[in-house]
Antibody
Framework: EVQLVESGGGLVQPGGSLRLSCAAF????????MSWVRQAPGKGLEWVST????????YFADSVKGRFTISRDNSKNTLYLQMDRLRDDDTAVYFC?????????WGQGTLVTVSS | DVVMTQSPLSLPVTLGQPASISCRSS???????????LSWFQQRPGQSPRRLIY???NRDSGVPDRFSGSGSGTDFTLKISRVEAEDVGVYYC?????????FGQGTKLEIK
């Protein structure tokens, strides 16, 4: 059974940093592109970033480009999102999802709150 | 960026009746490999999104056959043949052809 388990969310001050992790189970992680999608409270879905299966290519939404970094450790079956220079409008539930063109499996999400 | 426009944004439906959601993209979603990467997601209250349809019309495993997707180019539709109580939630279309990936605003389906 495919499972994606996010962790690392929490409360952080504006300008601070946070690293999210997503542990993957039940499939061959190194063969799958992976994505992060976020959802601000009461709002819709917003694609954040994608990394290809081997990690050679990464893509970012303009809203996070230059501040967020996506990476993966295929030996640990884990996806990461390093978030720096956080802003109030980064407050959201962050979902890890498998795939890049229409993710087929999603984690339960981890809440990131940016507030002073 | 490709803008995805859904309509309606609110959809009250009587149990057992059909429902239809439109999704229009600002650019064609046909890709050079011959595929069209348009997906539909359902998000029930308090849950993570769940993919229902991929590449316009392919239903995911376990998705009831009352859900169907159609369309091409820039114009796409999700149809529910007979709405059931468990279908309540928000439905999103998403394009996976162009970078950055983009979602529609969401359509909230409720029971009348």
């Amino acid at each position: 059974e495919v499972q994606l388990v996010e962790s690392g969310g929490g409360l952080v001050q504006p300008g601070g940093s946070l690293r999210l992790s997503c542990a993957a189970f039940g499939f061959v992680f190194r063969n799958s592109a992976m994505s992060w999608v976020r959802q601000a409270p009461g709002k819709g879905l917003e694609w954040v970033s994608t990394i290809t299966a081997g990690g050679g290519s990464t893509y970012f939404a303009d809203s996070v480009k230059g501040r967020f970094t996506i990476s993966r450790d295929n030996s640990k079956n884990t996806l990461y999102l390093q978030m720096d220079r956080l802003r109030d409008d980064d407050t959201a539930v962050y979902f890890c999802a498998r795939g890049q063109s229409g993710p087929d499996y999603w984690g339960q999400g981890t809440l990131v709150t940016v507030s002073s | 960026d490709v803008v995805m426009t859904q309509s309606p944004l609110s959809l009250p439906v009587t149990l057992g009746q059909p429902a239809s959601i439109s999704c229009r993209s600002s650019q064609s979603l046909g890709y050079s490999d011959g595929n069209t990467y348009l997906s539909w997601f359902q998000q029930r209250p308090g849950q993570s999104p769940r993919r229902l349809i991929y590449k316009v019309s392919n239903r995911d495993s376990g998705v009831p056959d009352r859900f169907s997707g159609s369309g091409s180019g820039t114009d796409f539709t999700l149809k529910i043949s007979r709405v059931e109580a468990e279908d309540v939630g928000v439905y999103y279309c998403m394009q996976g052809t162009h970078w950055p990936r983009t979602f529609g605003q969401g359509t909230k389906l409720e029971i009348k």
